[in-house]
DNA sequence: GTTAGCACTCTGCGGTGTTGAGTGCTAAAA
DNA sequence: TTTTAGCACTCAACACCGCAGAGTGCTAAC
């Protein structure tokens, strides 16, 4: 494509973006100092729109993009704003800070600055027991404590009145060894037959036991989906009908589609998918541009802004591609807050 | 009102919760056997809609009830749907489980057995603790626990390497008697000036700690909030502009609005409010049904159904009413599922 | 290669007529 | 006195029409 189709493109988009109007030649031309009249822009439309960049909605309406062409406008900008390397200085922050939690802030700072959704979700790997204890926290209560390789401790707590029978100390010390590196499905393959030596009552507790941290195990297993501002999608003339949010508002409640979305693996860290370049038909009509940083033995963390395939793609690659400046902010602001006054 | 009017007012509302078109007299007649003609009901109408039961949208359209309207039917079935003396049975079943999770469970009971919105909030009183303690739970790392009197355990995890110098279990000890019974605001105004005395390295891990300690506290200080399907509200047709809709949203999204519609104080621990009755513009034309169980010293808990003013309301009126059901259910779930295999 | 000019096309808007459901009123029937 | 049949009237919804405006495609001249 040569440089002035190139240049005409560009400002169909860009003009497209903001108004929400398809764009006509002539009013391009009384805008853009283009240096060539509009009978000129309509030769090029017409080119534009025959290798498939630009649209007609009818005979005679002005052009709004394809999906190609915003393809072409976000590979243009890709190239623009070059990639950065920060991927090591991003993963050092989010090391620093409690991730859920974190979680949760970033996406609050992504929501607040821009008028789409923002999407995240945290892949833990599989989680790997380090540390096992029971401990006699208080009169008849019994602390079960987890700590993971990741370094992320769980608890539950039993409150039972045990008959003195019960070892605490040595099953507690038992599992410890028992239960080290061990992952949930290691724990479910594992034959506890023996415990039919036990009396009663150090059965009945050791059952209890591993149940809680069965449960523990499972819950930490589960991706966690962080969702904010889809409401921010009814704002956009791009969605007429109650019904087509509705899907789409749908499909972001259904965690399967929401992991297709935001787990697919790309080549890249950065990747921005438009309108038919999403698979799943629910959100064809949508964008989104996400980023995922490797956290090592953690996992995984991507951050994701969805919005309608006319969305302001500058923005929000920049918003981005700026991850460090927000979380630079939350954990400063973390550290700020936890000094005793 | 005479039976025939209550009669004819019923059969309006009915027709209309099911159709949502405006009801006419003819139309009624063939529908229901009255054993009146149209005209006669026609002249009810005229009196109902004097009375401020019904309105009409124009000169000539059929009926539609009025808030006053429904605040008559509610009412009438709430004669009916006797209320029953389910707290106490309620109130054990809820103590006998995790409360956040099992409210999320709750929630997406009420949210499939509707097709409305279905609303939650656990208002927790004021945290106290009980019992407190630092644990040495592997190299380098501490336990921060703590147990509130309503039984409720947290922790956070310190990994820091302390000097030989840091007395741990002393400091545990002593913090262990002075936080006993104090809530958050008590450790605010607690003036830890004695710590001056400590030597560097155990002022700074106490410090550490008790930020920790307040950091629980400020979490477990925040009232719950749990919504589930929003996106219903989407189906309707009583909404017909995507900014209602949006604003809406946009209310439930904040939780200063959403404690006023769930929080306000009723008589009765089961009430239902409709349109205009609720004053927060936003959800004018919304009804909400909300029941609210004591947890005495635990807190307070209530859910609730939020729909179009044109909802189904024997239907929600019934599954809240109902709830011991639902909690049956989840606890032989719960129950089930911890069984080791 | 670029541009001015012109015929053509299509949407959106306001106006108009028709249809059907529903009302209110009146006079007769019960 | 209450109920009902009948009738005139009203209004929303829909289809239809013509017009204005923005935009295109084509052609001939620059």
Redesign the interface.
């Known amino acids: 494509m040569d440089k002035r189709a190139a240049d005409i493109l560009l400002v169909i988009i860009e003009e497209y973006v903001n108004s929400a109007e398809p764009v006509g030649s002539k009013s391009i031309t009384e805008k853009y100092p283009l240096g060539v009249s509009s009978a000129t822009v309509r030769n090029e439309m017409h080119k534009l729109e025959e290798e498939g960049y630009i649209t007609s909605l009818h005979t005679s309406s002005g052009r709004i993009p394809t999906d190609k062409g915003y393809r072409f406008y976000v590979d243009y900008l890709t190239e623009r704003i070059k990639q950065r390397e920060i991927e090591e200085k991003i993963y050092k922050l989010l090391k620093r800070v409690e991730i859920e939690e974190t979680l949760d802030d970033i996406l609050e700072r992504l929501f607040l600055g821009n008028p789409y959704t923002s999407l995240g979700v945290l892949k833990r790997n599989v989680s790997r027991i380090?540390?096992f204890?029971i401990?006699s926290?208080?009169k008849d209560?019994y602390?079960v404590?987890v700590?993971f390789r990741n370094?992320?401790?769980a608890?539950r707590?039993i409150?039972e009145q045990l008959s003195d029978k019960v070892q605490v100390n040595i099953l507690s010390e038992y599992l410890n060894e028992k239960l080290y590196g061990m992952t949930l499905r290691d724990i479910?393959t594992t034959d506890?037959a023996f415990i039919d030596t036990f009396d009663r009552d150090n059965k009945a507790f050791f059952?209890r036991v591993?149940?809680e941290v069965?449960?523990i195990l499972h819950q930490y297993e589960d991706n966690e989906f962080f969702l904010k501002g889809?409401?921010n999608l009814?704002?956009f003339p791009d969605?007429k009908e109650?019904?087509e949010?509705?899907s789409i508002?749908?499909a972001f409640?259904r965690e399967m589609e929401l992991s297709e979305l935001l787990l697919c693996p790309t080549d890249d860290a950065f990747s921005v998918s438009i309108g038919n370049e999403i698979k799943n038909e629910n959100f064809n009509k949508l964008s989104i541009a996400k980023h995922t940083y490797d956290l090592g033995a953690e996992g995984k963390i991507t951050f994701a802004v969805a919005g309608p395939t006319r969305m302001d793609y500058r923005k929000v690659m920049n918003s981005l591609n700026y991850m460090e400046t927000i979380l630079g902010d939350i954990i400063y602001d973390k550290n700020d807050k936890?000094?005793?006054?």
Do not use: C, N
């Open positions: 380090d540390t204890h401990l926290v208080a209560t602390l404590l700590i370094g992320i401790a608890h707590l409150k479910q506890f059952i591993v149940s069965m449960d889809k409401e009814l704002s969605f109650l019904s949010v509705k508002f749908d409640s936890k000094e005793v006054q």
